[in-house]
């Protein structure tokens, strides 16, 4: 029934509409990336790993109670309720020489074994793997810097200023990476790097995070220099120009927010490849220099021991694998997160 004592003209207030609250773009990709059950994964396993190589001190120090820098050709260790030595004598041939203890499984002390120093490889692996992660994300920010300030300056100014960056970025294209990076490390681990008053001395790990960074900076800055190409075209960019906007303002508050997402979809490639680097210049005794370690260094000690403990060289190469492979895949996940694009032009293709 209806009222027909209401007042005429009452008017009765319409429900108000059903509105949906429109995420913004970052968290539309996070909430992408939480639901990719493999990058998840992957970055679970990088998180571990970083967490276990953070803890190598409270291992070596608390737990194995082993300094893994040291030779200890003496030394001893308890096993099945007896000591045993560290390095036990050889019962091959002539009996001569000895050989590396192997592993124990048990955390209290060389869970993997000893190398041909009697040294904890476990301890050595976490310490190694500590300084090949901070090579490569140390390598993977510079290179990242150099290569932003290339293709922001070369993408949006063009002319002259294109021209020389240009030419710059083919000069290191023209070589292979492992080349170059092999020959800039053989020449500079003699005497290091002096420039002005900074000074990499040859045994810093400074030397090959600066060696890496530099090698990878064209494969970064072409990218990035065709994206800001487009960019400069864009109507947003045109409208800021018209209006009389420096052109430093309009990098930073126009650019450079729209290139961020390539970026840093960049950073657990990058991270990747750098890591390979790393392992590679190290194993060659061209990268991490004693006494410190790295997984290349590692494999490099273990190399003589392939046949009697194998697990010397193993270790650190199925810790090089299994880092690389989560980052590979970590970064495809953010990549399909942060531009659905070039997921899309893949299937095209």
């Given amino acids: 029934m209806t009222d027909d004592t209401a007042p005429l003209g009452r008017l009765t207030k319409a429900p108000a509409p059903l509105t949906r609250t429109s995420r913004g773009p970052w968290v539309t990709a996070f909430l992408k990336l939480w639901h990719d ?80 120093q009697g040294r904890d490889v476990f301890a050595r692996l976490l310490y190694g793997g500590r300084n090949s992660l901070w090579i490569a994300g140390a390598s993977t920010v510079i290179c990242l810097f150099f290569a932003t300030l290339i293709g922001l300056a070369g993408g949006y100014f063009g002319g002259r200023t294109d021209w020389i960056l240009s030419r710059l970025l083919d000069v290191l294209w023209a070589f292979p990476v492992y080349l170059l990076a092999i020959s800039l490390s053989i020449v500079l681990i003699a005497k290091g790097i002096e420039i002005g008053p900074i000074t990499i001395t040859a045994d810093s790990l400074w030397l090959p995070i600066c060696i890496i960074g530099i090698v990878y900076v064209p494969y970064v800055a072409r990218p990035i220099r065709g994206q800001v190409l487009s960019l400069r075209q864009s109507e947003f960019v045109l409208a800021a120009v018209g209006l009389g906007v420096p052109g430093w303002r309009i990098l930073i508050r126009d650019i450079l927010p729209n290139v961020t997402t390539t970026l840093i979809v960049f950073v657990p490639l990058l991270m990747a490849l750098n890591m390979l680097t790393e392992s590679a210049l190290s194993f060659l005794s061209i990268g991490v220099q004693p006494p410190d370690a790295s997984w290349g260094t590692i494999i490099q000690d273990g190399q003589a021991l392939l046949y009697t403990r194998p697990v010397v060289a193993l270790a650190p190469g199925i810790a090089i694998v299994i880092t690389v492979l989560a980052l590979n895949i970590l970064g495809d996940g953010v990549r399909d997160a942060l531009d659905p694009r070039a997921k899309l032009r893949l299937r095209s293709a």
């Fill in 37 to 116: 059950r493999a990058a998840m994964a992957a970055l679970g396993v990088v998180i571990l790993v970083v967490l276990a190589c953070l803890l190598a001190p409270i291992y070596a120090d608390h737990v194995a109670h082993t300094d893994p820098f040291h030779s200890n050709l003496d030394g001893q260790i308890e096993r099945n309720g007896e000591m045993v030595p560290v390095l036990e004598p050889s019962t091959e041939g002539l009996g001569l020489g000895s050989t590396p203890i192997g592993p124990t499984w048990e955390l209290r002390g060389f869970f993997l074994g000893a190398d041909n």
